[in-house]
């Protein structure tokens, strides 16, 4: 080992000289840069000596995926980037992030290659500059290009991997010459070289390294890629990766570097569906393992990536804002802001969907979260879940599904909020979905207003945005997720300054409108306004009026997708003989002459045809006749009449289903039950698309099989622990299953249930198992699920009135592993079944010897 470790001291003294690396190893703390990390460990501007704290997004257009699905689109890079830049300058995002790939900008000795890729980095970084964002870049990603399609990068990373990146002395050799060429390269934009740009704060080393013990290695390697950086010249901080390799944290916190590296993914990634339920206490805090330590402490803190994945609720991003100040941190990237051109169909990473247009709650909710993480000062603690859910002038509602800043001159909201602004009289920037008492907005995307003077603002209003697949399952460019319509849309605006009769004035390039508001009401199309009271001149303001890091006339928006009528539509899973039925549907492309019509035939029975309402935008509702509402089937469509023409839905397919020539055996079906009809809250055979299984201690793993009767199971299995393997303590393999959706249509029946019926089988005697109940609130309820080995599938009852107050699981599992296991609230209330939409099957580690020890779950149902 020694005589190996001598021989990378030899190479590398072929590129750094004595002299440049004795100066190299010393930290860069003094002054010189932009930034600096003073003693403390705090990241400060160099200028001010106040503390940083920016936040904003990784994106990733000159490279990869990203790079060629432009490409493909005929779409420019240049022109995707401009767009994508000014619509991240509304979010409020001042920090941006990317780890490089340096397998498309390098060969394999690490030379650096002049490139498209390169060039596009540079005309990035420089349209960031003009919008006073703030960079931090990664040199080396380890990554090939290739994710979703077939790898094609050539460079170092193509030839090494992660493991030999660090051991291999050509390697090494590689990315040392690799960084000192990319430090020194001179932006043609912005005419100066990576290490002296004042916009570029600091430069992580590598992302995500894969390391394994002994520890002295690890630590020299990045002491020599830090030392590498340094003897270019360069004065910025060096940060180094520290939370994907939580085991062997002594190498870096030895290690001679200005700053630690975390990510955060606290529900896991790729679940291939939506996640629903509550998953607040899942960001409530980010706890670190070795925060105590005074090495940790001496140093700088960022989160180079975070991301709910495949979640849209947007109500995540600032509670993990808060979190990540508790915690320290001063920077935080979301990964990654979906392009524009991309965004339609979510192809560049299926796990994560961001974009102003295409997810505008979710995007507003980052706008917000970029507030919280500015105001929330670092290290400041705040309660527990639930009672941390509004702190200073923010709010975060689950049930609502809504995150709100209400400030005396900012007041923005991810749905429609009964919230007063603080002071109105004071309000000078506004952001919304939805409506509110300041704005009643009949569309469904994003909108803006800001005070550029008084009695004068600006107005920007984005397309509407209708979801109509789920955006996280499997991927592919020729599957639209996400609809956009042009529309003109009814908005009210309630500000005492303007008026009730103020003057709207389209300023973006094509919009010539011009309007006067009736009783304060006015109708909008996509685009950008001026808006000014009665007298108020607005000859100042002009298309090419600077105004906050934009103009005035700049406006971005995807165009109208071109697919045609949608419907989105999710039957229930019971509805109750005799009760009322009312039932709903997503429904676009429909025009103002147009009908919605709902078709209902009880099985083998009556056919009736009733009108369907809007509810609101896209939304029809109606109610399905008495007469149909006796126990069986209730089988429906949805019919979208335009003049003599029809098209009918599920499917899509012209004609009504009363037609004697309609053959498309597509429909909607409910079943009927009687009050006292079990209802089933998970069935293995037909839910395998919205679960979460999964094995949580080594050497554990899921699969379905058949039950002795022919039914399909859901296998939970442990294998026996591999040689010198401790032995797995607490959960080891779980169950997760929303059901709440499927409460709904038997709302009246829910006081009438009183036990929970668990179908299920296992081959460990004495298994350990326990069944829980997650409410709305995120409160969970367990009852111990006793079974006894046998050939049979064993019908197993629980009392509801068995359930006890008890921690949630927090599964999925989150990637750095170190979170929180579980989660209960101070003071739970009692189990109300109306409140409860998750339940949890969870199985305790067991001492399987020889054969692996197994679980299969069947079904589980109210009784």
């Given at each position: ?41 705090v990241l400060r501007w160099q200028q001010t ?698 709302a009246e029946d829910l006081d009438r249930f ?69 989660y209960q609230p101070a003071t739970p209330p ?34």
């Amino acid at each position: 080992m020694a005589v190996r470790w001598v021989s990378l001291l030899l190479l590398s003294l072929i590129f750094l000289s004595s002299a440049q690396l004795a100066a190299a190893q010393k930290p860069t703390t003094a002054p010189g840069g932009d930034v600096f990390v003073d003693n403390a460990g705090v990241l400060r501007w160099q200028q001010t000596k106040q503390e940083v704290a920016l936040f904003g997004v990784n994106y990733t257009t000159p490279f990869a995926y990203a790079y060629r699905a432009h490409q493909q689109l005929g779409v420019s890079h240049e022109q995707a980037i401009r767009q994508d830049v000014y619509h991240l300058s509304r979010l409020g995002v001042d920090a941006f992030r990317v780890h490089v790939w340096d397998v498309e900008i390098t060969d394999t000795t690490g030379n650096l290659l002049e490139n498209e890729h390169l060039r596009l980095l540079d005309f990035l970084m420089n349209e960031l500059k003009q919008r006073g964002i703030k960079i931090i870049l990664t040199p080396i990603a380890y990554w090939n290009n290739g994710y979703p399609e077939n790898d094609s990068g050539t460079g170092f990373s193509s030839i090494y991997s992660k493991g030999a990146a660090y051991t291999n002395p050509r390697a090494i050799a590689a990315q040392e010459r690799y960084l000192t060429q990319f430090l020194n390269h001179r932006n043609p934009y912005t005419k100066n070289r990576n290490r002296e740009d004042p916009d570029i704060l600091a430069f992580e080393v590598c992302n995500e390294p894969k390391y394994h013990l002994p520890l002295p290695p690890i630590t020299r390697f990045a002491d020599r890629m830090a030392a590498a950086i340094r003897a270019t010249g360069c004065r910025k901080p060096v940060f180094y990766n520290v939370s994907e390799n939580p085991d062997v944290s002594e190498a870096i916190l030895n290690a001679k570097v200005d700053g630690l590296t975390f990510q955060w993914y606290p529900q896991g990634l790729v679940a291939g569906h939506t996640l629903r339920g509550n998953f607040l206490p899942y960001v409530d805090q980010y706890p670190i393992p070795f925060s105590g330590d005074a090495r940790f402490q001496s140093k700088a803190k960022l989160v180079y990536e975070f991301e709910s994945a495949d979640i849209l609720q947007p109500i995540m991003y600032p509670f993990m804002a808060r979190s990540f100040r508790t915690a320290g941190f001063q920077w935080a990237t979301q990964f990654a802001y979906d392009p524009l051109a991309l965004a339609p169909a979510n192809t560049e990473y299926q796990t994560h969907y961001l974009n102003l247009a295409y997810t505008p709650a979710k995007a507003l909710s980052l706008l917000i979260a970029g507030k919280v993480f500015r105001t929330v000062k670092r290290g400041q603690q705040s309660g527990r879940y639930p009672q941390d859910s509004v702190f200073g002038d923010f709010h975060v509602s689950y049930r609502q599904q809504l995150s709100e800043l209400n400030t005396p001159t900012e007041f923005y909201y991810t749905a429609n909020t009964s919230t007063a602004p603080q002071q109105p009289a004071k309000l000078a920037h506004l952001a919304g979905v939805g409506s509110s008492k300041v704005v009643r907005y009949g569309g469904t995307g994003a909108y803006f207003l800001d005070k550029l003077a008084p009695g004068v603002w600006r107005l920007e209003v984005l397309p509407d945005a209708i979801a109509i697949r789920d955006p996280f399952e499997k991927a592919s460019p020729d599957k639209m997720v996400t609809q956009i319509l042009w529309n003109e849309q009814p908005l009210r605006v309630s500000l005492a300054e303007l008026g009730l009769s103020f003057s709207l004035r389209g300023l973006n390039e094509g919009n010539a409108a011009q309007a006067t508001a009736t009783d304060g009401q006015a109708t909008v199309r996509p685009g950008v306004y001026l808006l000014a009271a009665p007298g108020k001149s607005t000859a100042a303001f002009t298309a090419l009026t600077v105004f906050n890091h934009i103009k005035l006339g700049e406006f971005v928006a995807p165009a109208p997708t071109a697919l045609g009528p949608q419907a989105r539509h999710a039957p229930l899973a019971q509805t109750t003989a005799g009760q009322p039925l009312s039932i709903s549907a997503t429904v676009t492309g429909v025009g103002a002459a147009d009908s919605v019509l709902l078709v209902a035939q009880h099985y083998y029975g009556r056919t009736r045809t009733v009108p369907m309402r809007a509810t609101a935008y896209a939304t029809y509702a109606a109610r399905v006749p008495d007469e149909l509402l006796y126990a069986g089937e209730l089988r429906y469509w949805l019919v979208l009449k335009k003049g003599a023409q029809a098209l009918t839905f599920p499917g899509g397919f012209a004609g009504q289903p009363r037609d004697w020539d309609y053959a498309h055996a597509e429909h909607y079906a409910v079943p009927i039950v009687p009050a006292s009809a079990p209802l089933l809250l998970y069935r293995a055979g037909h839910d395998q698309e919205r679960i979460e299984a999964r094995g949580l201690a080594p050497n554990t793993w899921t699969d379905y099989v058949p039950t002795p009767d022919g039914s399909l199971a859901l296998r939970l299995v442990q294998g026996p622990s591999r040689a010198g393997q401790p032995a797995a303590t607490g959960p080891a393999a779980s169950l997760r299953a929303f059901f709440g959706d499927r409460l709904t249509g038997r709302a009246e029946d829910l006081d009438r249930f009183t036990q929970v019926v668990v179908r299920a089988h296992t081959s460990q005697p004495g298994a350990s198992l326990r069944l829980q109940l997650t409410t709305k609130d995120a409160t969970s309820y367990a009852a111990p699920l006793t079974l006894v080995p046998g050939p049979a599938v064993q019908e197993v009852v629980l009392p509801l009135s068995a359930f006890r107050a008890a921690p949630g699981l927090l599964v999925p599992r989150p990637y750095p592993g170190f979170g929180p296991l579980e989660y209960q609230p101070a003071t739970p209330p009692p189990l109300k079944l109306v409140d409860a939409e998750v339940l949890q099957l969870v199985w305790d580690a067991a001492s399987a010897t020889g054969s692996p020890a197994t679980v299969d779950v069947e079904a589980i149902f109210l009784r």
